[in-house]
């Protein structure tokens, strides 16, 4: 990237995520990938690309701690199924189908509607087979994104296609991670990816461990999403699922746990001494039926928490809005009005959900130094009138709202046009590969 390159923000109230409450008029200028000044009346440097955002609020990019992109073509082919028979009978089926060029398409459309829906950053989790297809999309299309091939080495219903040895799995993940990760000035990073207990054995899982630890990689797996999972944990292993995973290696601030909705009491304390990152996942929860996960105590107990809206047929959507709106109102059930604030909620989309992903101090917050994900919203009326930005954004905003998105210094959306990618083929490319797909696998 030339550092030399501006790019200036301007006119907007900016929402910098550095203080519960602050908000305030200023432009936002860019250098590079990095924010060089956020201050009222900046004068746009010689060459330097302008943005209006007379009128909107100008945020810290979305960031998402799950999801998966590669599933995108599966979307409404996967209703009224809770977890375990809805991967057996729908997930597994499509994934083992997927032949390279649908993993591109599928790939294409997720990171598309991520974008899309103001999503700059987030943590993905592939298929078995042909991953580099997702970051070659995720390259080209211009989005942050931790990833990794999914491991799998055991399981009665898991089709042969998606069983390899751990040799082989481990083998081409660290292929993938060093052709992958730190690529594209470090905008993409590699995660190496069990799938979750039941599907991995335990030499499988500390491989995972020791190839995560070596190269410095992110872990990334899920854990106590469903009763019955949790359950056959139980009887597998004599231990909670968390309490499993931690005994193995996987804990600690380079893994992420995916849902975490059904837990012992011990292992909320586990997690937080740990700092073991958990992603939340609301929307996904509800639609599979697994159960809420207890937000308040994963905070209460000081785990670190970020949201994400796990993959298109258990959702449906991408959007981050959906689980922020969830995630603020959701707890209320359990814990009374205003369990989490809407404040709270936005500090999950945005730096909390940095620090779970692993970028620490420099992404999700717009302040001097940090990386350039930013995210221009435009009013609706489900805004009027204005009061508090984060009332607005999480209990009333929606895709409607993304005017700009700019991702790493680069401006990827535009007046809510993909510029990175042409989004109308890519949506004819969806149906064509998911008519193709559904006839393969005898789907209605």
């Known amino acids: 990237m030339n550092e030399a390159r501006f790019l200036l923000i301007a006119s907007g109230t900016v929402v910098p995520m550095t203080q519960e ?5 200023a ?74 060029s649908e993993v591109a ?11 899309l829906s103001g999503t700059t950053a987030a943590l993905d989790m592939g298929t078995v087979h042909h991953h580099h297809q997702v970051f070659a999309a995720a390259g080209e299309l211009g989005i942050r994104l931790v990833s990794g091939k999914c491991h799998m080495d055991r399981g009665e219903q898991v089709p042969e296609p998606l069983l390899e040895d751990p040799e082989t799995s481990l083998a081409e993940a660290e292929q993938l ?31 995972c461990v020791e190839l995560a630890r070596s190269q410095h990689l992110m872990l990334h797996t899920h854990a106590s999403e469903n009763q019955k999972e949790t359950e056959l944990v139980r009887s597998l292993t004599g231990k909670g699922n968390v309490a499993y995973l931690a005994d193995l290696g996987l804990a600690g601030p380079d893994t992420v746990l995916a849902h975490c909705v059904h837990l012992e009491d011990g292992e909320y304390e586990l997690m937080a001494r740990r ?13 599979l039926g697994s159960g809420i ?11 670190r928490v970020g949201l994400g809206a796990d993959g298109p047929p258990c959702n449906n959507r991408l959007s981050i809005f959906h689980e922020m709106a969830l995630a603020a109102t959701l707890h209320n059930l359990r814990h009374g009005p205003g369990a989490i604030s809407p404040w709270r909620v936005l500090e999950l989309a945005t730096w909390r959900g940095a620090q779970v992903l692993g970028w620490g101090e420099e992404l999700g917050r717009l302040q001097e130094g940090f990386l350039a994900d930013v995210v221009v919203l435009s009013p ?9 930005p984060a009332s607005m954004v999480v209990f009333g905003g929606g895709v409607a709202n993304v005017r ?25 490319e969806a149906r064509q590969a998911a008519q193709a797909l559904a006839g393969r696998l005898a789907w209605p």
């Open 21 to 25: 409450g602050l908000f305030f008029s």
């Open 275 to 287: 700092q073991t990152g958990v992603a939340h996942c609301p929307g996904a929860n509800l639609k």
């Open 177 to 207: 991670a060093a052709r992958w990760h730190g690529a594209a000035s470090d905008r993409l990073r590699y995660a190496v990816a069990p799938r979750f207990v039941l599907s991995c054995s335990p030499e499988l899982l500390v491989g």
């Open 293 to 303: 996960a207890d937000l308040p105590r994963l905070l209460a107990s000081g785990v």
């Open 105 to 115: 398409v599928a790939a294409r459309l997720g990171i598309a509607e991520l974008l």
């Open 27 to 100: 432009d936002l200028l860019i250098k590079g990938n990095r924010i060089a000044q956020v201050a009222p009346g900046i004068r746009p440097p010689e060459g330097c690309q302008v943005l209006d955002a007379r009128g909107c609020l100008v945020l810290p990019g979305f960031v998402q701690t799950h999801v998966h992109v590669v599933q995108s073509l599966a979307r409404n082919r996967a209703d009224g199924l809770s977890l375990l028979d809805w991967l057996s009978r729908r997930i597994w089926p499509y994934e083992a189908a997927l032949t390279q």
């Open 404 to 428: 700009h998105v700019v991702v790493d210094g680069q401006v990827v959306v535009e007046e809510g046009r993909l510029l990175t990618a042409d989004a109308a083929a890519i949506q004819e």
């Open 380 to 388: 609706s009326l489900s805004w009027e009138p204005w009061g508090d």
